[in-house]
Protein backbone atom coordinates (compact mmCIF):
# COMPACT_ATOMS: atom_id res chain seq x y z
CA UNK A 1 0.00 0.00 0.00
CA UNK A 2 0.98 3.87 -0.64
CA UNK A 3 2.38 5.70 2.47
CA UNK A 4 0.98 8.87 3.12
CA UNK A 5 2.40 11.53 5.33
CA UNK A 6 -0.12 13.48 7.53
CA UNK A 7 0.19 16.56 9.13
CA UNK A 8 -2.02 17.20 12.54
CA UNK A 9 -2.92 20.57 14.09
CA UNK A 10 -3.07 19.50 17.99
CA UNK A 11 -4.45 21.32 20.95
CA UNK A 12 -3.92 20.34 24.18
CA UNK A 13 -4.56 21.65 27.92
CA UNK A 14 -1.01 20.88 29.05
CA UNK A 15 -2.43 20.53 33.06
CA UNK A 16 -2.39 16.94 33.55
CA UNK A 17 0.50 15.80 31.09
CA UNK A 18 4.59 15.26 31.85
CA UNK A 19 5.02 17.64 28.38
CA UNK A 20 5.13 16.42 24.86
CA UNK A 21 7.52 13.84 24.41
CA UNK A 22 8.00 10.31 25.71
CA UNK A 23 9.26 9.42 28.73
CA UNK A 24 9.01 6.81 31.61
CA UNK A 25 7.38 8.57 34.65
CA UNK A 26 4.43 10.00 33.47
CA UNK A 27 1.70 10.29 30.59
CA UNK A 28 2.58 13.28 27.69
CA UNK A 29 0.85 14.25 24.57
CA UNK A 30 3.40 12.11 22.05
CA UNK A 31 2.04 9.07 23.51
CA UNK A 32 -1.46 9.37 23.40
CA UNK A 33 -1.15 10.37 19.97
CA UNK A 34 0.77 7.33 19.32
CA UNK A 35 -1.13 5.62 21.40
CA UNK A 36 -4.77 6.61 19.86
CA UNK A 37 -3.49 6.60 16.03
CA UNK A 38 -2.28 3.11 16.56
CA UNK A 39 -5.24 2.06 17.50
CA UNK A 40 -7.32 4.25 14.71
CA UNK A 41 -5.35 3.10 12.02
CA UNK A 42 -4.28 -0.69 12.75
CA UNK A 43 -0.53 0.02 12.29
CA UNK A 44 2.38 1.08 15.08
CA UNK A 45 2.46 4.95 14.47
CA UNK A 46 4.90 6.84 15.72
CA UNK A 47 4.82 11.52 15.50
CA UNK A 48 7.30 13.81 15.41
CA UNK A 49 6.39 16.82 16.89
CA UNK A 50 7.02 20.43 15.92
CA UNK A 51 7.32 21.68 19.39
CA UNK A 52 8.23 19.52 22.33
CA UNK A 53 6.49 21.61 25.24
CA UNK A 54 7.10 21.17 28.95
CA UNK A 55 5.09 19.90 31.41
CA UNK A 56 2.20 21.97 31.69
CA UNK A 57 2.78 23.92 28.86
CA UNK A 58 -0.82 24.41 26.98
CA UNK A 59 -1.21 24.76 22.87
CA UNK A 60 -3.63 26.08 20.75
CA UNK A 61 -2.02 24.58 17.65
CA UNK A 62 0.77 22.34 18.19
CA UNK A 63 2.15 20.60 14.94
CA UNK A 64 2.78 17.03 14.74
CA UNK A 65 3.49 14.50 11.55
CA UNK A 66 2.98 10.76 10.49
CA UNK A 67 3.25 8.24 8.06
CA UNK A 68 0.54 5.91 7.79
CA UNK A 69 -0.32 3.23 5.45
CA UNK A 70 -4.55 3.60 6.00
CA UNK A 71 -6.15 4.87 3.09
CA UNK A 72 -8.18 7.14 5.46
CA UNK A 73 -8.14 10.32 4.11
CA UNK A 74 -6.21 12.57 6.10
CA UNK A 75 -8.75 15.35 6.28
CA UNK A 76 -11.07 12.55 8.14
CA UNK A 77 -8.30 11.45 10.65
CA UNK A 78 -8.96 14.87 12.76
CA UNK A 79 -12.70 13.52 13.49
CA UNK A 80 -11.92 9.88 14.04
CA UNK A 81 -9.03 10.55 16.56
CA UNK A 82 -11.16 13.20 18.09
CA UNK A 83 -12.93 10.46 19.28
CA UNK A 84 -10.38 8.29 20.43
CA UNK A 85 -8.52 10.91 22.47
CA UNK A 86 -8.48 12.24 25.61
CA UNK A 87 -10.83 15.35 25.74
CA UNK A 88 -7.71 17.61 27.04
CA UNK A 89 -6.41 16.91 23.47
CA UNK A 90 -8.11 17.86 20.38
CA UNK A 91 -6.92 17.56 16.96
CA UNK A 92 -8.02 21.08 15.34
CA UNK A 93 -7.23 20.10 11.52
CA UNK A 94 -5.40 17.28 9.51
CA UNK A 95 -4.35 17.07 6.33
CA UNK A 96 -1.74 15.27 3.45
CA UNK A 97 1.78 16.90 2.92
CA UNK A 98 4.30 16.08 1.19
CA UNK A 99 6.33 12.50 1.82
CA UNK A 100 9.76 14.66 2.61
CA UNK A 101 8.08 17.21 5.01
CA UNK A 102 9.59 17.87 8.48
CA UNK A 103 7.85 19.90 10.91
CA UNK A 104 11.42 20.70 12.68
CA UNK A 105 13.73 20.97 9.18
CA UNK A 106 11.69 23.62 7.62
CA UNK A 107 11.09 27.57 8.06
CA UNK A 108 7.93 28.70 10.32
CA UNK A 109 6.90 30.80 12.51
CA UNK A 110 6.11 30.20 16.44
CA UNK A 111 3.74 32.53 18.54
CA UNK A 112 3.51 32.32 22.01
CA UNK A 113 1.21 33.22 24.85
CA UNK A 114 2.79 33.89 28.50
CA UNK A 115 -0.30 35.08 30.54
CA UNK A 116 -0.14 36.53 34.01
CA UNK A 117 -3.27 37.56 35.89
CA UNK A 118 -2.63 40.70 38.01
CA UNK A 119 -5.10 40.61 41.67
CA UNK A 120 -5.07 41.07 45.39
CA UNK A 121 -5.88 37.20 45.25
CA UNK A 122 -6.20 34.51 42.72
CA UNK A 123 -8.95 33.62 40.48
CA UNK A 124 -9.84 29.62 40.72
CA UNK A 125 -10.94 29.64 36.78
CA UNK A 126 -8.17 31.48 35.48
CA UNK A 127 -5.60 29.20 37.72
CA UNK A 128 -4.65 26.73 35.13
CA UNK A 129 -4.08 29.16 32.57
CA UNK A 130 -2.48 32.25 33.66
CA UNK A 131 0.40 33.03 36.64
CA UNK A 132 -1.37 34.44 39.52
CA UNK A 133 0.84 37.56 41.15
CA UNK A 134 0.36 40.09 43.66
CA UNK A 135 2.65 42.31 42.70
CA UNK A 136 2.26 45.48 40.87
CA UNK A 137 3.92 45.45 37.23
CA UNK A 138 4.22 48.52 35.68
CA UNK A 139 3.60 47.80 31.87
CA UNK A 140 5.64 50.86 30.31
CA UNK A 141 9.13 49.56 31.81
CA UNK A 142 7.98 45.74 30.70
CA UNK A 143 7.37 47.04 26.77
CA UNK A 144 10.84 49.38 26.82
CA UNK A 145 12.53 46.04 28.02
CA UNK A 146 10.70 43.70 25.59
CA UNK A 147 11.72 46.07 22.52
CA UNK A 148 15.48 45.16 22.99
CA UNK A 149 15.21 41.90 22.56
CA UNK A 150 13.04 42.20 19.61
CA UNK A 151 14.96 41.12 16.27
CA UNK A 152 18.53 39.07 15.84
CA UNK A 153 20.07 38.01 18.75
CA UNK A 154 22.02 35.78 20.64
CA UNK A 155 19.58 34.26 23.57
CA UNK A 156 22.32 32.28 25.12
CA UNK A 157 21.31 34.26 28.63
CA UNK A 158 17.88 33.11 27.83
CA UNK A 159 18.47 29.42 27.09
CA UNK A 160 18.24 26.69 30.19
CA UNK A 161 21.85 25.69 30.87
CA UNK A 162 22.19 21.55 29.74
CA UNK A 163 20.47 22.97 26.54
CA UNK A 164 21.99 20.89 23.70
CA UNK A 165 21.36 23.26 21.10
CA UNK A 166 24.21 24.07 18.33
CA UNK A 167 23.38 28.13 17.90
CA UNK A 168 21.98 30.01 20.19
CA UNK A 169 20.91 32.54 18.06
CA UNK A 170 17.42 33.50 17.28
CA UNK A 171 14.93 36.18 15.79
CA UNK A 172 12.36 37.66 17.81
CA UNK A 173 10.32 39.48 14.78
CA UNK A 174 7.90 40.66 17.36
CA UNK A 175 7.88 40.99 21.55
CA UNK A 176 4.45 42.76 22.71
CA UNK A 177 3.13 43.09 26.20
CA UNK A 178 -0.82 43.73 25.76
CA UNK A 179 -3.06 44.79 28.89
CA UNK A 180 -6.48 42.51 28.79
CA UNK A 181 -8.35 43.36 31.69
CA UNK A 182 -6.36 42.54 34.96
CA UNK A 183 -4.82 40.04 32.82
CA UNK A 184 -0.96 40.76 31.27
CA UNK A 185 -0.29 38.79 28.09
CA UNK A 186 3.57 38.73 26.76
CA UNK A 187 3.00 37.49 22.59
CA UNK A 188 5.69 36.33 21.21
CA UNK A 189 6.32 35.67 17.47
CA UNK A 190 9.69 34.30 16.38
CA UNK A 191 11.54 32.14 14.06
CA UNK A 192 12.48 29.46 17.00
CA UNK A 193 12.78 29.37 20.56
CA UNK A 194 15.72 28.18 22.65
CA UNK A 195 15.18 25.63 25.72
CA UNK A 196 12.60 27.75 28.55
CA UNK A 197 13.57 30.79 26.29
CA UNK A 198 9.58 32.17 26.58
CA UNK A 199 9.70 31.76 30.43
CA UNK A 200 12.82 33.13 31.68
CA UNK A 201 12.36 35.87 29.15
CA UNK A 202 8.35 36.05 31.16
CA UNK A 203 10.55 35.91 34.42
CA UNK A 204 12.84 38.90 33.60
CA UNK A 205 9.83 40.82 32.07
CA UNK A 206 7.92 40.51 35.10
CA UNK A 207 11.21 41.54 37.10
CA UNK A 208 11.59 44.64 35.56
CA UNK A 209 7.86 45.54 35.84
CA UNK A 210 8.30 44.85 39.31
CA UNK A 211 11.64 47.32 39.14
CA UNK A 212 14.26 45.29 40.15
CA UNK A 213 15.69 45.62 36.78
CA UNK A 214 15.72 48.35 34.18
CA UNK A 215 14.47 48.03 30.86
CA UNK A 216 17.90 49.43 29.41
CA UNK A 217 19.46 45.79 31.62
CA UNK A 218 18.22 43.45 28.45
CA UNK A 219 21.43 44.50 26.37
CA UNK A 220 23.78 43.51 29.30
CA UNK A 221 21.74 40.20 29.62
CA UNK A 222 21.86 39.92 26.00
CA UNK A 223 25.60 40.20 26.28
CA UNK A 224 26.36 37.81 29.13
CA UNK A 225 25.72 35.02 27.06
CA UNK A 226 24.94 33.45 30.44
CA UNK A 227 21.66 32.06 32.10
CA UNK A 228 22.70 33.58 35.25
CA UNK A 229 22.36 37.71 34.10
CA UNK A 230 18.59 37.05 33.29
CA UNK A 231 15.67 36.39 35.67
CA UNK A 232 13.83 33.13 37.10
CA UNK A 233 12.06 30.92 34.40
CA UNK A 234 7.67 32.12 35.06
CA UNK A 235 6.06 28.68 35.90
CA UNK A 236 4.96 26.77 33.29
CA UNK A 237 1.15 26.99 33.24
CA UNK A 238 1.05 30.32 32.40
CA UNK A 239 2.32 29.39 28.67
CA UNK A 240 0.64 28.56 25.76
CA UNK A 241 1.61 27.65 22.15
CA UNK A 242 -0.53 29.78 20.20
CA UNK A 243 0.22 28.83 16.67
CA UNK A 244 3.09 27.56 14.05
CA UNK A 245 3.37 28.90 10.60
CA UNK A 246 5.76 27.54 7.83
CA UNK A 247 7.23 29.07 5.13
CA UNK A 248 7.63 25.69 3.45
CA UNK B 1 -17.14 37.59 73.47
CA UNK B 2 -18.80 39.66 70.69
CA UNK B 3 -20.05 38.38 68.04
CA UNK B 4 -19.42 39.73 64.25
CA UNK B 5 -20.97 39.18 61.22
CA UNK B 6 -18.81 38.70 58.38
CA UNK B 7 -19.73 38.95 54.43
CA UNK B 8 -17.21 36.68 52.21
CA UNK B 9 -17.38 37.49 48.27
CA UNK B 10 -16.12 33.68 47.08
CA UNK B 11 -14.89 32.97 43.58
CA UNK B 12 -14.63 29.26 42.88
CA UNK B 13 -13.92 26.76 39.84
CA UNK B 14 -17.24 24.68 39.85
CA UNK B 15 -15.24 21.34 37.78
CA UNK B 16 -14.73 19.58 40.98
CA UNK B 17 -17.62 20.13 43.01
CA UNK B 18 -20.95 18.88 43.45
CA UNK B 19 -22.10 22.65 43.75
CA UNK B 20 -22.62 25.20 46.54
CA UNK B 21 -25.33 23.57 48.93
CA UNK B 22 -24.39 21.17 51.53
CA UNK B 23 -24.81 17.32 50.76
CA UNK B 24 -24.49 13.62 51.33
CA UNK B 25 -23.30 12.40 47.86
CA UNK B 26 -20.23 14.91 47.19
CA UNK B 27 -17.65 17.71 48.50
CA UNK B 28 -19.73 21.09 48.04
CA UNK B 29 -18.26 25.02 48.49
CA UNK B 30 -20.41 25.33 51.38
CA UNK B 31 -18.99 22.02 53.20
CA UNK B 32 -15.29 23.61 52.56
CA UNK B 33 -15.77 26.86 53.96
CA UNK B 34 -17.71 25.24 56.70
CA UNK B 35 -14.92 23.21 57.17
CA UNK B 36 -11.75 25.47 56.61
CA UNK B 37 -13.55 28.49 58.91
CA UNK B 38 -14.10 26.64 61.43
CA UNK B 39 -10.62 25.46 61.49
CA UNK B 40 -9.22 28.51 61.08
CA UNK B 41 -11.50 30.40 63.84
CA UNK B 42 -11.40 27.70 66.26
CA UNK B 43 -15.72 27.25 66.30
CA UNK B 44 -18.14 25.67 64.00
CA UNK B 45 -19.14 27.87 61.29
CA UNK B 46 -21.53 27.65 59.29
CA UNK B 47 -22.05 29.91 56.45
CA UNK B 48 -25.19 31.17 54.41
CA UNK B 49 -24.81 31.57 51.12
CA UNK B 50 -26.66 33.66 48.29
CA UNK B 51 -26.77 31.70 45.58
CA UNK B 52 -26.75 27.76 45.74
CA UNK B 53 -25.20 27.47 42.37
CA UNK B 54 -25.51 23.68 40.62
CA UNK B 55 -22.84 21.51 40.60
CA UNK B 56 -20.38 22.59 37.69
CA UNK B 57 -21.29 26.45 37.82
CA UNK B 58 -18.19 28.71 38.56
CA UNK B 59 -18.43 32.08 40.44
CA UNK B 60 -16.31 34.94 40.57
CA UNK B 61 -18.45 36.42 43.12
CA UNK B 62 -20.41 34.25 45.02
CA UNK B 63 -21.69 35.97 48.73
CA UNK B 64 -21.58 34.12 51.84
CA UNK B 65 -22.29 36.16 55.70
CA UNK B 66 -21.37 33.78 58.83
CA UNK B 67 -21.15 34.82 62.34
CA UNK B 68 -18.07 34.29 64.78
CA UNK B 69 -16.51 35.17 68.41
CA UNK B 70 -12.81 35.39 67.12
CA UNK B 71 -11.62 38.84 67.23
CA UNK B 72 -9.68 38.31 64.09
CA UNK B 73 -10.70 41.85 61.76
CA UNK B 74 -12.92 40.50 59.34
CA UNK B 75 -10.88 42.20 56.52
CA UNK B 76 -7.97 39.44 57.46
CA UNK B 77 -10.04 36.38 57.20
CA UNK B 78 -9.72 36.37 53.34
CA UNK B 79 -6.00 36.29 53.53
CA UNK B 80 -5.90 33.66 56.53
CA UNK B 81 -9.05 31.51 55.21
CA UNK B 82 -6.92 31.41 51.63
CA UNK B 83 -4.32 29.58 52.92
CA UNK B 84 -6.67 26.65 54.00
CA UNK B 85 -8.73 26.23 51.11
CA UNK B 86 -8.43 23.94 48.00
CA UNK B 87 -7.05 25.96 45.04
CA UNK B 88 -10.23 26.18 43.25
CA UNK B 89 -12.31 28.41 46.15
CA UNK B 90 -10.53 31.29 47.10
CA UNK B 91 -12.21 34.37 49.02
CA UNK B 92 -11.68 37.68 47.21
CA UNK B 93 -12.92 39.74 50.12
CA UNK B 94 -13.75 39.64 53.29
CA UNK B 95 -15.89 42.84 55.53
CA UNK B 96 -17.86 43.03 58.42
CA UNK B 97 -21.61 43.84 57.92
CA UNK B 98 -24.36 44.51 60.44
CA UNK B 99 -25.36 41.65 62.51
CA UNK B 100 -28.85 41.02 60.87
CA UNK B 101 -27.52 41.54 57.09
CA UNK B 102 -28.43 38.44 54.87
CA UNK B 103 -27.91 38.07 51.53
CA UNK B 104 -30.95 36.57 50.78
CA UNK B 105 -33.37 38.75 52.41
CA UNK B 106 -31.97 42.27 50.98
CA UNK B 107 -32.82 43.87 47.30
CA UNK B 108 -29.80 42.84 44.94
CA UNK B 109 -28.59 42.60 41.15
CA UNK B 110 -27.15 39.25 40.03
CA UNK B 111 -25.03 39.21 37.06
CA UNK B 112 -24.19 35.56 35.32
CA UNK B 113 -22.62 34.70 31.94
CA UNK B 114 -22.92 32.04 29.76
CA UNK B 115 -20.38 31.42 27.63
CA UNK B 116 -20.29 28.99 23.88
CA UNK B 117 -17.09 28.32 22.06
CA UNK B 118 -18.18 28.03 18.39
CA UNK B 119 -15.65 26.08 16.40
CA UNK B 120 -15.32 22.51 14.57
CA UNK B 121 -13.73 20.94 17.30
CA UNK B 122 -13.62 21.59 20.81
CA UNK B 123 -10.56 23.53 21.98
CA UNK B 124 -8.71 21.94 25.24
CA UNK B 125 -8.01 24.91 26.97
CA UNK B 126 -11.44 26.13 27.04
CA UNK B 127 -13.78 22.98 27.87
CA UNK B 128 -14.26 23.60 31.88
CA UNK B 129 -15.72 26.91 31.20
CA UNK B 130 -17.43 27.24 28.11
CA UNK B 131 -19.85 25.10 25.92
CA UNK B 132 -18.12 23.94 22.80
CA UNK B 133 -21.00 23.54 19.79
CA UNK B 134 -20.16 23.19 15.74
CA UNK B 135 -23.62 24.31 15.17
CA UNK B 136 -23.68 28.09 13.30
CA UNK B 137 -25.38 30.46 15.61
CA UNK B 138 -27.46 33.63 14.09
CA UNK B 139 -26.60 36.34 16.50
CA UNK B 140 -28.53 38.97 15.40
CA UNK B 141 -31.58 36.13 16.52
CA UNK B 142 -30.40 35.66 19.64
CA UNK B 143 -30.14 39.16 19.92
CA UNK B 144 -33.97 39.44 19.02
CA UNK B 145 -35.04 36.89 21.23
CA UNK B 146 -32.98 38.09 24.65
CA UNK B 147 -34.73 42.04 24.52
CA UNK B 148 -38.35 39.79 24.30
CA UNK B 149 -37.01 38.59 27.63
CA UNK B 150 -35.83 41.63 29.16
CA UNK B 151 -37.87 43.40 31.73
CA UNK B 152 -40.33 42.25 34.35
CA UNK B 153 -42.10 39.04 33.37
CA UNK B 154 -43.54 35.28 34.99
CA UNK B 155 -40.81 33.56 34.62
CA UNK B 156 -42.48 29.61 35.19
CA UNK B 157 -41.60 28.86 31.63
CA UNK B 158 -37.79 28.99 32.53
CA UNK B 159 -37.80 27.71 35.79
CA UNK B 160 -36.82 23.77 36.35
CA UNK B 161 -39.47 21.77 37.16
CA UNK B 162 -39.86 20.65 40.79
CA UNK B 163 -38.77 24.12 41.33
CA UNK B 164 -40.26 25.44 45.33
CA UNK B 165 -40.31 29.42 44.19
CA UNK B 166 -42.96 31.30 45.92
CA UNK B 167 -43.67 33.19 43.04
CA UNK B 168 -41.86 33.19 39.10
CA UNK B 169 -42.00 36.47 38.51
CA UNK B 170 -38.44 38.81 37.83
CA UNK B 171 -36.74 41.29 36.33
CA UNK B 172 -34.06 40.67 34.16
CA UNK B 173 -32.53 44.27 33.71
CA UNK B 174 -30.23 43.69 30.56
CA UNK B 175 -29.69 39.85 28.39
CA UNK B 176 -26.64 40.60 25.88
CA UNK B 177 -25.21 38.34 23.44
CA UNK B 178 -21.97 39.43 23.29
CA UNK B 179 -19.31 37.64 20.38
CA UNK B 180 -15.64 37.59 22.27
CA UNK B 181 -13.83 36.20 19.16
CA UNK B 182 -14.56 32.45 18.86
CA UNK B 183 -16.97 33.01 21.90
CA UNK B 184 -20.62 33.88 22.15
CA UNK B 185 -20.91 34.89 25.64
CA UNK B 186 -24.51 35.17 27.29
CA UNK B 187 -24.83 37.83 30.22
CA UNK B 188 -28.22 38.49 31.80
CA UNK B 189 -28.35 40.72 35.06
CA UNK B 190 -31.39 40.56 37.16
CA UNK B 191 -33.06 41.17 40.57
CA UNK B 192 -32.95 37.03 40.76
CA UNK B 193 -33.26 34.23 39.12
CA UNK B 194 -35.73 30.84 39.04
CA UNK B 195 -33.74 27.14 39.19
CA UNK B 196 -32.05 26.55 36.32
CA UNK B 197 -33.29 29.83 34.70
CA UNK B 198 -30.30 31.68 33.31
CA UNK B 199 -28.92 27.62 31.98
CA UNK B 200 -32.84 27.46 30.02
CA UNK B 201 -33.13 30.69 28.87
CA UNK B 202 -29.56 29.65 27.01
CA UNK B 203 -30.44 26.40 26.14
CA UNK B 204 -33.82 28.47 23.89
CA UNK B 205 -31.52 31.27 22.49
CA UNK B 206 -29.32 28.49 21.16
CA UNK B 207 -32.54 26.86 19.57
CA UNK B 208 -33.44 30.19 18.14
CA UNK B 209 -29.20 30.58 17.11
CA UNK B 210 -29.82 27.64 14.97
CA UNK B 211 -33.41 28.70 13.57
CA UNK B 212 -35.04 25.73 15.21
CA UNK B 213 -37.69 28.71 17.13
CA UNK B 214 -38.36 32.17 15.63
CA UNK B 215 -37.25 34.89 17.75
CA UNK B 216 -41.04 36.14 18.83
CA UNK B 217 -42.03 32.46 19.92
CA UNK B 218 -40.26 33.92 23.03
CA UNK B 219 -43.77 35.75 23.72
CA UNK B 220 -45.56 32.66 23.82
CA UNK B 221 -43.08 31.02 25.80
CA UNK B 222 -43.78 33.35 28.75
CA UNK B 223 -46.84 33.04 28.28
CA UNK B 224 -47.13 29.15 28.26
CA UNK B 225 -46.42 29.44 31.58
CA UNK B 226 -44.85 25.53 31.17
CA UNK B 227 -41.24 24.48 31.31
CA UNK B 228 -42.01 22.01 28.27
CA UNK B 229 -42.57 25.59 26.45
CA UNK B 230 -38.62 26.42 26.53
CA UNK B 231 -35.38 24.96 25.15
CA UNK B 232 -33.42 22.58 26.68
CA UNK B 233 -31.15 23.58 30.22
CA UNK B 234 -27.87 24.14 28.84
CA UNK B 235 -24.87 22.45 30.65
CA UNK B 236 -23.50 23.55 33.72
CA UNK B 237 -19.71 24.17 32.78
CA UNK B 238 -20.80 27.13 30.44
CA UNK B 239 -22.34 29.28 33.52
CA UNK B 240 -20.34 31.64 35.79
CA UNK B 241 -21.86 33.58 38.74
CA UNK B 242 -20.02 36.69 37.47
CA UNK B 243 -20.87 39.50 40.33
CA UNK B 244 -23.69 39.90 43.49
CA UNK B 245 -24.84 44.15 44.15
CA UNK B 246 -26.58 44.42 47.06
CA UNK B 247 -28.54 47.59 47.30
CA UNK B 248 -29.21 47.20 51.11
Redesign the interface.
Known amino acids: MEKQRVRLTV???GTNYHGWQLQDNGITIEEELNRCLSGLLGETIRVIGASRTDSGV?A?GNVAVFDTESPMPAGKI?YAL?QRLP??????KSEAVSPDWHPRHCESRKTYEYRIYRA??????K???SYFTYNALDVGRMREAAAYLEGEHDFKSFCQTGSQAESTVRTIYTLWVEEQGQDLVIRVCGSGFLYNMVRIIAGTLMEVGQGKREPESMQDILKARDRASAGPTAPAHGL?LIRYEFFS
Chains 1, 2 share one sequence.
Open positions: AYDHLSNEDIRIQEFPMPVRLYT
